[in-house]
């Protein structure tokens, strides 16, 4: 794994204290999904927010939905969510993956 490092510094840390970051950079992972691909779940992943059988546990592998999200930052500072693609499966149903659990069918036309 590749780790990139990044100083950042809170509004109220000493003059010259660095916070120190890392965060796995993997450039395939992120170059090959978008907001707006349609995608495939790709192995078994037990969901219990189905809207068809809630509270009980509900296998997603081989559902299809697009992407509307990719969370990356909150309120303009750098996160790394263990769940960051949020996927809409139908209007009812919405739920996080990591990149991995995915594969992309047809990618967004380019703008």
């Not at 510094?9 to 993997?26: D, M, P, Q, W």
């Not at 349609?38 to 592998?61: A, L, M, T």
């Not at 990149?99 to 990618?107: H, Q």
Request: glycine residues 6%; aromatic residues 8%.
């Amino acid at each position: 794994m590749n780790y990139l490092q990044t100083s950042a510094c809170h509004g109220k840390v000493a003059k010259n204290s660095n916070l120190i970051i890392y965060r796995r950079e993997n450039p395939r992972e992120q170059k090959s999904m978008k907001v707006g691909d349609r995608i495939r779940v790709k192995g078994s992943v037990i969901v219990y927010n189905y809207p068809q059988s809630k509270k009980e546990p509900f296998d997603i592998k081989g559902m299809e939905g697009d992407i509307i999200e990719i969370l990356t930052d909150w309120q303009g500072r750098p996160i790394s969510p263990n769940l960051p693609v949020l996927v809409k499966f139908d209007k009812k149903f919405r739920a996080h993956f990591r990149d991995d659990e995915l594969e992309v069918i047809s990618e967004s036309a380019p703008e």
